[in-house]
């Protein structure tokens, strides 16, 4: 093996073990891999100009509109409207308030395009909700951090545009269809899985809510869902770019957050902003430094090894799609989900075209397998979220998971069998051959 690929692999595990920022340990172990590889000289030069590069894309200008978005629903009063809206509909059924939170989740991580932002905000009022209902405090926190994750495959989602930049640029707008259908499932078997809890525990049917309040909460919550639709129809009508419809967000999430629902105040705006800045730097950092990886794996024809060393321990596509699952699971549990995406999309992705797996059905694929990672210790950010709001342990949380770990391979299992799961909705709107 060549000692760059050492120097790269064994300095980033290093950086990782011992808790550096994981952008620094990118950029850091790049940098040594390179200066092995180019003797010295350019190294530091070629890093700086690979991480530039890789931000310098039009579409990554949706990211901070995205984000900043999600902020100002996070703050205007979505998440109640949303949760008030779930009840109206599926409260009354036995364990129907563990569906709401499953909805809400669902509804909220969609709008907002943020699992940690629909973890905060749903489950800051449905736990203790629950708990107050009788529902162990674990399983309610287990069920939020789960569902939470939909909302990085049901759009707009800001992980789905990385993948576009790191695939080579699969269509947005197919991949913003794509992720309705596999998001859905996972909510469905999720609430399986509440069905399956509320039986076991005898919890009864709850009060119906009355024909009249389940109008007025739905008025409420038009707003707030009408976002999905203006964002996915003008994109399908090819009425704005997803770049553009980014903006277009944040202006409709500014007239509902401070003019019709009054949730944020002007003076609270520049925080808003604030926070939208933050977390957008954190993003951009992680997607400079994955470019400049990226670039030297690829200098040191990392992807076309790894390729050939699959290939070499089968030729059955079953057997190496099992194989990428399962590497990709485990990389979700050690590794954040934007890197992971970038890093390991170049590698993978030419053996998926070898099996005649498409860019798009593979990327679904590959987010919701990660999707995973972000409710498993020891880097879950989803997870380390939800037991704060829950007020409990990664300890004591995992029993819960289990089940709701096993739900979500299921669907797993079912994306990666049926590609229709995945191209069906982009297919029949001719966004793909």
């Not at 009060?207 to 009249?212: C, D, E, G, H, I």
């Amino acid at each position: 093996m060549d000692m760059a690929v050492i120097i790269l692999a064994g300095f980033f595990i290093f950086f990782m073990a011992i808790n550096v920022p994981i952008a620094i340990a990118i950029a850091l172990s790049t940098l040594l891999a390179l200066l092995v590889s180019v003797d010295g000289g350019p190294a530091l030069t070629t890093v700086a100009q690979r991480m530039a590069g890789g931000i310098n894309s039009f579409a990554l200008l949706a990211i901070p509109f995205f984000i900043l978005s999600g902020q100002l629903m996070g703050q205007g009063g979505i998440a109640r409207r949303l949760i008030e809206f779930a009840k109206a509909l599926i409260g009354s059924l036995p364990g129907g308030l563990a569906f709401v939170n499953v909805i809400s989740c669902m509804l909220f991580g969609a709008i907002s395009g943020s699992s940690v932002a629909a973890t905060s905000a749903i489950g800051g009022f449905m736990i203790p909700a629950m708990k107050k209902e009788g529902y162990d405090n674990n399983f309610s926190t287990a069920i939020t951090v789960t569902s939470a994750t939909t909302g990085l495959l049901i759009p707009p989602s800001n992980i789905l545009i990385v993948y576009s930049l790191a695939s080579g640029g699969v269509s947005i707008a197919a991949l913003f269809l794509a992720g309705y259908l596999p998001g859905i499932l996972v909510g469905l078997s999720l609430m399986c899985v509440c069905g399956i809890y509320a039986k076991r525990k005898g919890f009864v049917s709850g009060q119906r809510v009355p024909l009249r309040e389940t109008f007025a909460r739905t008025v409420e919550a038009l707003p707030s869902l009408f976002l999905i639709f203006l964002i996915i129809g003008g994109i399908i009508a090819g009425i704005f770019t997803p770049t553009e419809a980014g903006a277009i967000a944040v202006l409709y999430s500014l007239l509902l957050s401070v003019v019709i629902y009054k949730e944020v105040t002007v003076r609270e705006l520049p925080d808003v902003l604030l926070k939208s800045v933050e977390i957008t730097a954190i993003v951009m950092l992680l997607i400079g430094a994955s470019a400049a990886m990226s670039w030297v794996m690829s200098f040191e024809n990392i992807p076309q090894q790894m390729s050939a060393g699959l290939l070499a321990l089968s030729d059955n596509p079953i057997v190496i799609l099992l194989m990428i699952n399962l590497i990709l699971l485990v990389i979700g549990i050690f590794m954040d989900m934007t890197p992971a995406v970038l890093i390991f999309t170049p590698i993978f992705l030419p053996v998926a075209a070898l099996m005649d797996i498409s860019s798009l059905h593979f990327g679904i694929m590959m987010i919701l397998n990660l999707c995973v990672g972000l409710c498993t210790p020891p880097v879950g950010s989803v997870l380390f979220v939800g037991c704060s709001i829950g007020k409990t342990s990664i300890t004591d949380i995992i029993r819960p998971l289990i089940p709701m770990y096993f739900a979500m391979f299921v669907v797993l299992a079912l994306v990666a069998a049926f590609p229709i799961l995945s191209e069906g909705l982009p297919r029949f709107f001719n966004l793909i051959d």
